[in-house]
């Protein structure tokens, strides 16, 4: 009896240190199963982005084991500065009958689907490029040709849209140009809009393709006019509006069919709309223009005069809000979007 006392006491103490190492023991395994299961818990959002991105098996399997601190994610690109260090001033331009597509596809393969993003820096404007066409394949070509690389020395963030007349009705560029607008912000909020004819080139990449607090117009001469400005209130060929100047005017009149006017009605609606015209230096807004003869289609509108009679009186409801179309066709191409559409015919 005197004997069993203290063994009891031993083994009854030895109990209690089994439980205590099992419980210690117990805990130290559930802490390495919680932060085995927080780790997993960080990987996840990068493996649902790998998976939505679609990247190839390899990718996906070092992103799930990699840290989110250490994900490969592109850093943050500065602004472009307010004059690119790209510039080279006039250049003279060439022409050549041997120039080919796939040529200026390959001396611009950072265009993909006619757009273009700086690679360096974040451009200061985004600019979509209008170029109402029928029947030019060549003077587009040439106007692709010098117009990418000059675009691009600027630093932009920019689109080409060509958009085609359909059918052998009488041209009508300035609807062409309203429906230019109209589709290409579908694809994105472009800043700003140059409205281009295809015959005209720029020679000097310090004209600058963006928009101003005020309409602009960027061919103050071309060759074909001795450098120098047509008409005191010329506001043709190329200008530059941003997409609320334009809205606030309602876009171009739909109802000048054939040559001329329709650029003097769009100076009308700035004006109306208290808005004043402005110009690059005259040194540095100059144009080539490739030489042609008059469209068939697109002769002289001998109603201008009578129609630009009107525009105070109809500019609200004749414009950007009164554009019917068909829309036949959009091509993605590499160096442009290309846009055919049905416009109807002039309504007598």
């Not at 959002?45 to 939505?52: I, K, N």
């Not at 004006?271 to 042609?292: C, G, N, S, W």
Request: glycine content about 6%.
């Amino acid at each position: 009896m005197g004997l069993c006392s203290p063994v009891c006491k031993i083994l009854r103490r030895g109990k209690y240190f089994v439980l205590l190492f099992l419980s210690l023991s117990l805990l130290a395994w559930i802490a390495t199963f919680s932060g085995e299961t927080v780790k997993s818990a960080q990987v996840s959002p990068s493996t649902t982005q790998t998976l939505v991105k679609g990247d190839s098996l390899r990718d996906k399997l070092t992103s799930w084991t990699t840290a989110p601190d250490r994900l490969n994610t592109p850093p943050a690109k500065g602004e472009c500065p307010e004059k690119s260090p790209l510039l080279q001033g006039a250049v003279k331009l060439s022409f050549e009958s041997s120039l080919k597509l796939k040529d200026v596809q390959s001396d611009n393969k950072g265009v993909t689907e006619g757009e273009y993003e700086p690679p360096d820096c974040r451009a200061r404007q985004s600019v979509a490029i209008l170029i109402p066409h029928r029947s030019r394949e060549r003077h587009l070509l040439y106007l692709l040709h010098h117009l990418h690389p000059f675009l691009q020395r600027q630093q932009l963030h920019y689109a080409i849209y060509v958009i085609q007349q359909a059918g052998d009705a009488t041209f009508n560029r300035a609807k062409l140009l309203n429906i230019g607008y109209l589709e290409a912000l579908k694809d994105y909020s472009w800043e700003c809009f140059i409205f281009h004819d295809v015959d005209l080139v720029p020679e000097n990449d310090h004209n600058s393709y963006v928009c101003d607090k005020q309409p602009k117009h960027l061919v103050v001469g071309r060759n074909a006019t001795g450098y120098k400005l047509r008409y005191k209130g010329y506001f043709g060929g190329v200008t530059a509006m941003s997409k609320e100047q334009f809205l606030q005017v309602n876009g171009f009149s739909n109802i000048y069919w054939g040559w001329g006017g329709e650029d003097d009605d769009l100076r009308i609606r700035v004006e109306l709309q208290k808005m004043k015209i402005v110009r690059p230096p005259a040194d540095v807004a100059r144009y080539t223009m490739v030489f042609h003869k008059r469209d068939s289609g697109n002769e002289i509108n001998k109603d201008r005069m009578r129609l630009l009679g009107r525009t105070s009186q109809v500019w609200r409801k004749d414009g950007l809000n009164s554009c019917s179309y068909k829309t036949l066709s959009v091509e993605r191409l590499p160096l442009y979007v290309n846009i055919t559409v049905d416009i109807g015919k002039p309504q007598s």
